[in-house]
């Protein structure tokens, strides 16, 4: 099959213009050594933004004679790029959106490397290390904006859903844009695009020229979750985990849409984290919501928290079902006593630091089959450390179903194996089995293929 493609050279606009000559000798070593792979990958994925894949192996594959170089100018540097896919051009020029984000992957990847990653400022091994290093790359990237009063919605859910439940997700976002509200989601398809879409609709009847369309994602998830060009602020966090404490830190509130294992992992991810006892007091909204149709699976989450982590987990969220307005009232005014509780306390309105995150939240988890098969899924667990390794369970069906090397040890050496408790394994297989019935594990019209088994 013919994918049609461009070849090009672009300027950055703002402050990559300005490297000193050492910065963009290091940004060649770095781009041309080890890093090349995950700049390449995510560059193509941001070029292929709008497409309707969400396989990063086939991806990587379509695309497989695309090159992006960094060049030497004397007034900064240019990107040299080949074999870009067509659908990210106007008549010969790039879409300024995905112009912008591919200048975000290089100041993200790159950036990160250098600054965070091989800095021995950071200690990574311990919480305090790195929250720390999540708001220096949030800073970096310019996200994070004193002097504004909260107004942040965090938006999760699926990138495969219906058009049903996608024009639903519109319809939220158009609610929360008419009450001066901003929008962050994972920026890719789906239910990660269409509060963004709604949003937008909303912030220009309101005349609201600044608002906010922030996308928070990581190299490994980037190729099957293509940033959608209405981002104007996209974030590459190094790995799941610290795109996870990235949501939690930035955003004022949380609504969560219909989703499959990744949406899964985020509540329980949210859900670990408010459990722990030194969280009990803090306010943060979080809304479970979709249209009518969407009723049955919202009961399905809902039993599947209230068997495994207890009635205590249910009481942080509220479900409402078809009902846009509600939603934005709801998320309105929990957002104006997370502004209260802040103000009180004299807390920041830009990066929630008065949240405890445990280390098992932040270490980064592998999903290897080794991994995946020593989890420890029992009863007798702290609630929120089962929260922690139930995160981690979903987190490996989320990589065996769509992230490049997940899809890859599958090939090789079979599905996932899950072992626990069976009074936490029922409900995780019974939940697993609706999310594919439901078509919530890939894009419809694709065979899915489970890429784990649970063992009883």
Same mark, same amino acid.
């Given at each position: 099959m013919?994918?049609?493609?461009v070849?090009?050279?672009?300027?950055?606009?703002?402050?990559?213009?300005?490297?000193?000559k050492?910065?963009?000798?290091k940004?060649?070593?770095?781009?041309?050594?080890?890093?090349?792979?995950?700049?390449?990958?995510?560059?193509?994925?941001v070029?292929?933004?709008?497409?309707t894949?969400?396989?990063g192996k086939?991806?990587?594959?379509?695309?497989?004679a695309?090159d992006i170089?960094i060049?030497q100018?004397e007034?900064?540097i240019?990107?040299d790029?080949?074999?870009?896919?067509?659908?990210?051009f106007?008549d010969?020029?790039?879409?300024?959106?995905?112009?912008?984000h591919?200048?975000?992957?290089l100041?993200?990847?790159i950036?990160?490397?250098?600054e965070?990653?091989?800095n021995?400022?950071?200690?990574?091994?311990?919480?305090?290390?790195v929250?720390?290093?999540?708001?220096?790359?949030?800073?970096?990237?310019?996200?994070l904006?004193?002097?504004?009063?909260?107004n942040?919605?965090?938006?999760?859910?699926?990138?495969?859903?219906?058009?049903?439940?996608?024009?639903?997700?519109?319809?939220?976002g158009?609610?929360l844009?008419?009450?001066?509200?901003d929008?962050c989601?994972?920026?890719?398809p789906?239910a990660m695009?269409?509060?963004?879409?709604?949003?937008?609709?909303?912030h220009?009847?309101?005349?609201?020229?600044n608002?906010r369309y922030?996308?928070?994602?990581?190299?490994?998830?980037?190729?099957?979750?293509?940033?959608?060009?209405?981002?104007?602020?996209l974030v590459?966090?190094p790995?799941?985990?610290?795109?996870?404490?990235a949501?939690?830190r930035?955003?004022?509130?949380?609504?969560?849409?219909?989703?499959?294992?990744?949406?899964?992992e985020?509540?329980?991810y949210?859900?670990?984290?408010?459990?722990?006892?030194?969280?009990a007091?803090?306010?943060?909204?979080?809304?479970?919501?979709?249209?009518?149709?969407?009723g049955?699976y919202?009961?399905r989450?809902?039993q599947?928290i209230g068997?495994t982590?207890?009635?205590? /987990? #249910?009481? +942080?969220? *509220?479900?409402?079902?078809?009902?846009?307005?509600a939603?934005? =009232?709801?998320?309105?005014?929990?957002?104006r006593q997370?502004?209260?509780?802040?103000?009180?306390?004299?807390d920041a309105y830009?990066?929630n630091?008065?949240?405890?995150?445990d280390?098992?939240?932040?270490?980064?988890?592998?999903p290897?089959?080794?991994?995946?098969r020593?989890?420890?899924l029992?009863?007798?667990?702290?609630?929120?450390l089962?929260?922690?390794?139930?995160?981690?369970?979903?987190?490996?069906?989320?990589?065996?179903?769509v992230?490049?090397q997940?899809?890859?040890?599958?090939e090789?050496?079979g599905p996932?194996?899950?072992?626990?408790d069976?009074?936490i394994?029922?409900?995780?297989?019974?939940l697993?089995?609706?999310?594919? /019935? #439901?078509h +919530?594990? *890939?894009?419809?019209g694709k065979?899915?293929?489970?890429?784990y =088994?649970?063992i009883?």
């Amino acid at each position: 099959m013919e994918h049609h493609v461009v070849d090009t050279q672009i300027s950055p606009e703002g402050r990559l213009e300005i490297l000193s000559k050492a910065e963009v000798a290091k940004l060649l070593d770095s781009s041309q050594g080890g890093l090349y792979q995950v700049f390449r990958n995510c560059s193509l994925a941001v070029l292929n933004s709008g497409s309707t894949l969400d396989d990063g192996k086939e991806l990587l594959e379509r695309y497989a004679a695309f090159d992006i170089s960094i060049l030497q100018r004397e007034r900064g540097i240019k990107l040299d790029i080949k074999g870009a896919p067509a659908s990210a051009f106007v008549d010969g020029k790039m879409i300024k959106g995905i112009h912008e984000h591919l200048f975000a992957v290089l100041r993200d990847i790159i950036y990160v490397n250098d600054e965070i990653l091989g800095n021995p400022r950071f200690d990574l091994a311990t919480t305090e290390g790195v929250t720390d290093s999540v708001f220096h790359i949030l800073r970096n990237a310019g996200v994070l904006r004193p002097m504004t009063n909260p107004n942040l919605v965090v938006c999760w859910g699926g990138h495969s859903i219906s058009r049903e439940e996608y024009d639903y997700t519109k319809k939220v976002g158009y609610e929360l844009g008419l009450r001066a509200l901003d929008i962050c989601t994972g920026c890719g398809p789906g239910a990660m695009k269409g509060p963004m879409k709604g949003a937008t609709i909303a912030h220009s009847k309101q005349r609201i020229a600044n608002g906010r369309y922030l996308g928070i994602t990581e190299p490994g998830i980037i190729a099957a979750e293509s940033p959608n060009p209405i981002v104007n602020d996209l974030v590459i966090m190094p790995d799941i985990e610290k795109r996870l404490e990235a949501f939690v830190r930035v955003g004022h509130g949380i609504v969560v849409f219909p989703g499959g294992a990744g949406t899964a992992e985020e509540i329980l991810y949210l859900l670990g984290i408010l459990l722990h006892p030194d969280n009990a007091h803090i306010p943060f909204p979080l809304i479970f919501t979709g249209p009518a149709t969407a009723g049955e699976y919202f009961e399905r989450i809902d039993q599947f928290i209230g068997r495994t982590l207890g009635p205590q /987990a #249910q009481q +942080r969220y *509220k479900i409402i079902v078809d009902d846009p307005v509600a939603v934005a =009232r709801e998320m309105h005014a929990g957002i104006r006593q997370v502004r209260e509780f802040r103000k009180e306390r004299s807390d920041a309105y830009y990066f929630n630091w008065g949240l405890r995150i445990d280390p098992e939240f932040q270490r980064p988890f592998h999903p290897s089959h080794e991994n995946m098969r020593n989890l420890h899924l029992h009863k007798n667990l702290e609630t929120h450390l089962l929260a922690a390794n139930l995160r981690r369970a979903f987190s490996g069906v989320v990589a065996g179903n769509v992230k490049d090397q997940g899809i890859r040890a599958i090939e090789q050496y079979g599905p996932f194996e899950i072992h626990g408790d069976t009074s936490i394994m029922e409900p995780m297989d019974a939940l697993l089995a609706s999310f594919v /019935a #439901q078509h +919530r594990m *890939k894009l419809p019209g694709k065979q899915y293929n489970p890429c784990y =088994r649970v063992i009883r």
